[in-house]
Structures are given as structure tokens and as C-alpha cells.
């Protein structure tokens, strides 16, 4: 009886484990997609241009065409972010798959009181 309850307890431990990595994941590829935006916002805006001329326009099309579809999480203000998070973190491969948008956002928001360049600076 006593080693039925211990393979009882340890398949739900993996459960466990494996949903937890289930949403790590999926949390990882979702962030993953804001930063792609981002880039894909920021290159649309520059033209190779050292300044954008049009940004706030192109944000304002792009949410009036996605949020249909897609809903809030491509309001103008998420979009804004998503435009933040890239230029923030230019290089995909230096993300951190440790913490979610959430925290990323955390992270954006300090950066513009100016508070996350010395976190960074901190940190390396």
C-alpha cells in the first residue's frame, strides 16, 4: 500500500512539473512574439532613418487592424510596449527565458524613470 501512495505522489509530481514547464513555455514564446513586433514596429518606423517620421501613426493602423481580431493585447498602449521591449532588449538572444512579459514590463517601465540602467549595471 505504501509504494502505490509513493507512485501516486510521484506521477503527480510530474504533472505538476510538466504543466509548469507547459506555461514557462508558452509564457517564453508569447514574449518572444511582443519582442518580434517590437523589431518589426521599429524597422517599419525608421526606414532606415536615424528618427521615425510617422510612429504614431503606424501604431494607431496597426491596433485598429489587430485588436479585432486579436483583442486588447494589441491596444495602441500594448503595441507601444511591445515597440519599448525591442528597443530596450535589441538582441533577441541576450531575453532572459527566466522571467515573463510581465516582469519584462516591470523591467520597461523602471527603464524609463531611468532606474534599469543601473540595475544592468549592476547586474553584469
Do not use: C
Not at 506555461?23 to 524597422?43: C, K, N, P, S
Not at 518606423?45 to 517620421?53: P, V
Not at 533577441?92 to 524613470?113: A, D, F, R
Amino acid at each position: 500500500m505504501l509504494s502505490d501512495q509513493t507512485l501516486v505522489s510521484d506521477i503527480k509530481a510530474i504533472i505538476a512539473q510538466s504543466k509548469e514547464n507547459a506555461v514557462r513555455a508558452v509564457d517564453h514564446q508569447r514574449t518572444l512574439m511582443y519582442w518580434h513586433i517590437g523589431q518589426r514596429i521599429f524597422e517599419q518606423e525608421q526606414e532606415g532613418k536615424e528618427r521615425a517620421d510617422y510612429g504614431k501613426y503606424i501604431i494607431k493602423y496597426l491596433s485598429a487592424e489587430l485588436q479585432p481580431e486579436f483583442g486588447s493585447g494589441f491596444s495602441s498602449r500594448q503595441l507601444n510596449w511591445y515597440r519599448q521591449f525591442y528597443r530596450t532588449f535589441p538582441i533577441v538572444s541576450t531575453l532572459w527565458t527566466q522571467l515573463s512579459w510581465s516582469q519584462y514590463k516591470l523591467l520597461l517601465s523602471l527603464s524609463s524613470e531611468g532606474l534599469f540602467k543601473g540595475i544592468l549595471n549592476a547586474i553584469n
